[in-house]
């Protein structure tokens, strides 16, 4: 399935997605990992529409000084680190600006655990697929990062799902996952907002509501499931 036109928002993207996602549909192994904060809305449908639970990962981009909208590099929750040497070399990059970089980006990511998580733990990823959803793939790196942490807890097999993605982005990313589900790889990427009609941005109260959403839709299936067994057995 490819994308010859705009997606209309990231519900639609969702909904795209879910489609060529079937597959792994309602598979008590899987579960749908999203990257806060775009990745949450597309991985809401996603998970909803095809009976998995849901998730996030939180990632982070590591700015260019002086450049900020362009990745150096990324981490993710986990002390996972991923560089991109070239750009760092080629911008002159010392290691102390890496470090503080990583360690201001590190404090977000505590800080949106916090407030996504509350107390929740974090989902138990050994020996299941991951299915990692973004917005769209730009330069790769957040996932990247994503995909070593997944690969650090334990998934056995990791899945990348966006909507649209840069070519050579999605080239590198394809080797280091079990499979790449990308719906357009449009030659004149630019960026991932270029590629919807409505690209506003996510806010953290809109990631909770859709995360508290699909726990207490999650808590009422399993109790559902339970209390269906017990009456089979007694």
Known sequence: MAIHRQLKNRV??????????????????????????GGVPVGFVIARSVGLALDV??????GLP???????????????????MEAIREHRIGREQIDDACAREAREIVRRERQYRGGRAEPE?????????????????TMCAAVRAARERGAARIVVAVPVGAPDSCAALAP???????????????????????????????????????WRDQARAYHSSTNASERRQS
């Open 12 to 37: 639609h993207a969702g909904k795209l997605l879910a489609l060529a996602l079937a597959p792994y549909a309602c598979r008590p192994d899987a579960l749908v990992l999203a990257l806060p904060r």
């Open 125 to 141: 990823l050994a020996g299941r697929s991951a299915i990692l959803v973004d917005d769209g793939l730009a330069t790769g790196s």
């Open 176 to 214: 280091q996952v079990d499979e790449l589900v990308c719906l357009s790889q449009p030659a004149n990427f630019g960026a991932v907002g270029r590629w919807y009609r409505e690209f506003e941005q996510t806010g953290d109260e809109e990631v909770q509501d859709l995360l508290a959403i699909a």
């Open 57 to 62: 990962l939180l990632v982070r981009k590591l």
């Open 66 to 84: 002086g450049y900020e909208e362009f990745a150096m590099g990324a981490i993710a929750s986990g002390g996972v680190r991923v560089l991109n």
